[in-house]
């Protein structure tokens, strides 16, 4: 047994995490600044954060991940980090030439009290700035939130720092990505052009962190959100957001500094996520859906309609981030699937309402957990106590599912141990019929391997 | 060996990789960019800060601490206190291998645990929130250890782990708290972490149980830790000789064997950057003397069994140990005829590690490759030069912040198992007892030798040289990879391994032949891309 000291016993803890369902904010931030065209993220501490989030990332995309870091030392520590931010702004701009730095804080650099506004400012009053590239900032605070409240607030602070309201509106709207995959930004995308939708997708790691194979190394990959493109979202008719809590706080913003209306969306995971994000830009448009929308929709009608045997009354147990498990947990019940257990360390009201909410209506037994201490030693102590048939999580979830012998599907952040996630989407209906496909293949898999020789299936 | 390697001029490109930097940040890196000379051996700026904004492979003091030394210990509670991020990305990621003898054992190897730090705790300090923590892993597990790792702001806030951990240690009687002060910020590199580790193992663990440990050979092996199975490699070779291994710090070691380590007769030191300061304080408290080894290679692992055997000045084990190595070789030696063909006047670069990019070296060798290029991510001076510097670094103001802890002779455990006289008589032999000779002085005149690699130097280098293979990290992997140059992490072996010993060896030999020899690197151009086949052509079917 790998986890071997985990009881079905289960007790309130207060101080200690266990198998967290999360990790920090400013993990969350770099990744968002990876989808800015030109840019490179800054991590404002310590040398090992800048390094920890680099090969998470590298090791969930297997791509090259570059960032810088202000390498703190202890006497930055107790001076305070602005020596080395400005140090650092000068050689980034000399030796590896940006257009953008997009600067986060740490727990060491905010603990201190370094503001970032402040330095960011001097360095262009120092002419630190080389004319027509920028530094941009997010505080990202790691003891606050998670990795997703750090990718909101850099996605947050890319949209106050570069849109700009001219008073001339453009006819293009402006679509926030919640935390996807690039191979989900590409999907939506494609689906905006199939609607007719001109969009300013941002952030936007396609074409980033799905870079081919070409013999050289660019560093910085044709992918990813323009700055002309950032500025002009302030003139954008209206911003959707996909995700109240990575998406919605940048639509916020958007509408306070440049008076763009938003409307906020679950990431269009599922039939019914799917459906409302389609009608929402059809509505934006006032077109009506192209019949080739309606036959992807109807592809995957077709296939929950003819496999429902397989789905029905399936026990899941699920963990990962609210966004995500927001509509996916819909798409299970869509699929008369029973979701069980799930679990987010990301705290926040907002998603827990959402969530009980979602499950008051339509499986009420579920236990649900976020926030502290809802960690997956706790998920694995529930699934100890009410077995499930599928586990849906990151790669640490293999664990769980190898000791309890439950089939698993990689979903959410960070994955290390496969690869997929970035080339093939789980949003859109093409994106949620291969989510359906590994859902089906996980539970169909194992009834081959548990059947008995003479139960064992020709034809599913 | 000088080798028939053509080397661009080296002084050259020096200049161009510092080409690019503000003039200051030139001035610096220059300094840590040098062309080798075995015989002379030149200084190389080592185990300083990285210059802010630079692109660098280096990680942290924590990462040093809790990831390297203390990580792979199965059954110690490893609570990381700080934020969450900390614990979770030293969660796994550096695959120590451990094996229990049986399901009951203890293993937290696959646990994560963290405070889990939140505003308030910054604010108002977490103290209080750790107690309950330890509590709770208490309640819980009932482990023989808990280890305590502070993260950056528990040193700006000034939350006690120590006193924290002696009040619980105390009120558990049974099961031994203790904290380590390795906040990120400490020193300049995970070296800081190393060394805080090594202290805080040998004052809490070392010596804790002095029950005669049983053997004829008895040693501990240091700065092994298990990384794909090295250890078990390792441990098969030592039971074919008749070697007990006491202790290992710390790949798959228990607490146990740690706390017993002080009965050994001899430390063996494969990373002797991370480790070397548990063999001296070993050295002077109990009087057994350490002796650098190197298991990464097949005729360094010979070799370095031949030291062992040699120390114990035992003709059994002389014995013993030339039967065992008459038995491993001719397999090694069948791969390496099959493979080295194909591998034979190919380069190098290594650009890891504190012991790695040495280390590695032999098993290139080995196979008929050179190494054109080297350097360490977080070594010191001693490391390339040998230990003989050491009196002449300089202390500066982030290393004077570690701890050194002042250890003297135990009065009653103080047992010197060699008088000098027959250490002298060992050295003379050549065995690197209390000693470690360096990198470059096995490396070929003209080489490069590069401190802290950044990004941008490793770029330039690739062009320059076109090495057929490139070893870093995890970080470094597809960037080189994308500029169609195979790259093996020696952090974690491409989820490969073992890699010491013999059959390590072979595991290696049979990798590299794999990546250089890969059809793939010939297949990045399209057909249309490639000159000459056509592209653009008018078409042969047309319309009109």
């Known amino acids: ?460 | 060996m000088e080798a028939n390697i053509h080397f661009p001029d080296p002084s050259k490109v020096r200049e161009e990789l510092i080409q690019k930097y503000p003039a200051k940040v030139a001035k610096k890196r220059a300094k840590s960019i040098i062309v080798n000379d075995p015989q002379i051996i030149p200084e190389v700026q080592a185990n300083v800060r990285t210059v802010p904004g630079i692109i660098t492979q280096r990680g942290c003091s924590y990462a040093g601490c809790k990831g390297v030394v203390l990580g792979p210990t199965r059954d110690i509670v490893n609570i990381v206190h700080g934020p969450i991020g900390c614990s979770f990305y030293a969660w796994l990621t550096r695959r120590n291998q451990t094996r229990t003898e049986s399901l009951m054992d203890a293993n937290y190897i696959p646990y994560c645990f963290s405070t889990d730090m939140q505003e308030e705790n910054v604010v108002f300090g977490g103290e209080k929130k750790l107690k309950v923590a330890i509590q709770e892993a208490y309640d819980l597990f009932h482990p023989k250890s808990i280890a305590i790792f502070s993260t950056c702001p528990v040193g700006l806030i000034g939350d006690d782990v120590h006193a924290a951990s002696k009040e619980m240690r105390e009120k558990f009687g049974d099961c031994n708290v203790f904290g380590f002060s390795c906040e990120g910020y400490r020193g300049v590199s995970q070296s800081a972490g190393h060394h805080i580790a090594n202290n805080g193992v040998f004052k809490h663990m070392v010596g804790r149980d002095n029950t005669p440990s049983v053997g004829k050979y008895k040693l501990n092996l240091l700065g092994e830790y298990n990384i794909g199975g090295d250890a078990f490699e390792i441990e098969r070779i030592f039971e074919k000789c008749g070697i007990t291994l006491v202790a290992s710090f710390s790949g798959n070691s228990t607490v146990s064997q740690i706390e017993n380590a002080h009965t050994a007769d001899l430390n063996v030191i494969l990373c002797h950057r991370s480790i070397n300061y548990m063999g001296d304080m070993m050295e002077t408290k109990y009087g057994i003397p350490w002796m650098k080894v190197n298991f990464v290679g097949a005729e360094s692992t010979a070799k370095s069994l031949r030291k062992i055997a040699e120390y114990f000045g035992d003709e059994e084990l002389k014995a013993r140990v030339e039967e065992v190595i008459a038995e491993e070789a001719p397999k090694v030696q069948a791969v390496i005829d099959e493979i080295m063909p194909r591998t034979k006047g190919k380069t190098a670069m290594l650009f890891v590690g504190g012991s790695r990019a040495h280390h590695y070296q032999d098993l290139f060798a080995e196979l008929g490759m050179t190494t054109v290029a080297a350097g360490y991510e977080f070594a010191h001076r001693d490391d390339y030069e040998g230990r003989h510097v050491l009196p002449s670094i300089k202390i500066d103001a982030d290393s004077k912040n570690i701890e050194e802890l002042k250890v003297v002779a135990d009065p009653e455990l103080y047992n010197p198992r060699k008088t000098e006289a027959e250490l002298e008589a060992l050295k003379e032999k050549g065995l690197e007892i209390n000693g470690y000779e360096g990198m470059m002085k096995q490396m070929t005149k003209k080489s490069l030798v590069v401190d802290d690699l950044s990004h941008y130097e490793s770029e330039k280098l690739i062009e320059i040289y076109k090495p057929d293979i490139f070893c870093a990290g995890i970080k470094e992997k597809y960037v080189v990879q994308k500029m169609g140059i195979p790259l093996k992490q020696l952090h974690s072996y491409d989820y490969g391994g073992p890699y010491t010993g013999f059959e390590g060896a072979v595991n290696f030999y049979k990798d590299i032949d794999r990546m250089v020899n890969n059809p793939v690197w010939k297949l990045i151009k399209a057909p249309w891309e490639k000159a000459g086949n056509g592209a653009g052509l008018s078409a042969s079917y047309v319309t009109q």
């Open chain 1, 1 to 460: 047994m790998l986890l071997r000291h985990t009881s079905k016993e289960v007790k309130e803890r207060e101080g200690l995490t266990i198998n967290p369902a999360k990790t920090c904010q400013p993990i969350g931030a770099m990744y968002a600044a990876l989808g800015i065209h030109g840019c490179l993220p800054h991590s404002h501490g310590s040398q090992g954060c800048c390094s920890y989030h680099r090969s998470t990332l590298t090791r969930h995309y297997k791509e090259p991940v570059m960032a810088a870091t202000s390498s703190f030392t202890e006497g930055a520590s107790v001076f305070g980090g602005q020596a080395n931010l400005l140090a650092a702004i000068e050689t980034i701009f000399s030796v590896y030439e940006p257009d953008i730095i997009a600067v986060h804080s740490t727990c060491l650099s905010e603990t201190i009290g370094d503001d970032l506004q402040q330095i960011t400012r001097k360095a262009k009053d120092d002419g630190k700035v080389p004319e027509g590239k920028y530094v941009i900032f997010a505080s990202t605070p790691s003891f606050i939130g998670s990795h997703v409240t750090g990718y909101a607030n850099m996605v947050t602070g890319i949209a106050t720092q570069f849109a700009v309201s001219t008073g001339v509106k453009k006819n293009q709207h402006n679509i926030i990505a919640g935390w996807m995959e690039p191979s989900d930004m590409r999907e939506i995308k494609r689906l905006s052009k199939e609607l007719g939708v001109k969009i300013v997708l941002f952030p936007d790691t396609s074409d980033v962190l799905d870079a081919p194979q070409t013999g050289k190394h660019v560093f910085y990959p044709k992918g990813g959100t323009t700055v002309a493109e950032l500025q002009s979202a302030g003139d954008s008719l209206s911003s959707l957001a996909l995700g109240s809590i990575s998406a919605e706080p940048a639509a916020i913003a958007l509408e306070k500094s440049c008076k763009v209306p938003f409307e906020t969306l679950d990431i269009p995971i599922g039939l019914t996520a799917t459906d409302r994000f389609i009608m929402a830009l059809s509505k934006v448009v006032g077109v009506a859906v192209p019949d080739e929308i309606t036959a992807e929709r109807g592809r995957l009608v077709d296939v929950m309609a003819d496999m429902e045997q397989y789905l029905y009354g399936k026990r899941v147990a699920l963990f990962g981030d609210p966004d995500q498990l927001l509509p996916l947990t819909e798409f299970l019940l869509d699929l008369n699937m029973k979701p069980v257990h799930i679990v987010s360390g990301t705290p926040g009201q907002r998603f827990e309402k959402q969530m009980r909410k979602l499950l008051e209506a339509r499986s009420p037994e579920t236990n649900f957990r976020n926030g502290l201490q809802a960690d997956m030693f706790l998920l694995h102590q529930w699934m100890k106590n009410e077995p499930v048939d599928l586990l849906i999580g990151n790669t640490y979830g293999k664990y769980m599912a190898r000791d309890e012998d439950v089939p698993f599907i990689r979903f959410g952040f960070p994955i290390l141990d496969r690869i997929g996630h970035s080339y093939f989407p789980n949003v859109g209906y093409s994106g949620s019929l291969r989510l359906l496909e590994k859902i089906l293949n996980a539970i169909m898999d194992r009834q081959d391997r548990d059947a008995l020789e003479e139960k064992f299936e020709l034809v599913m």
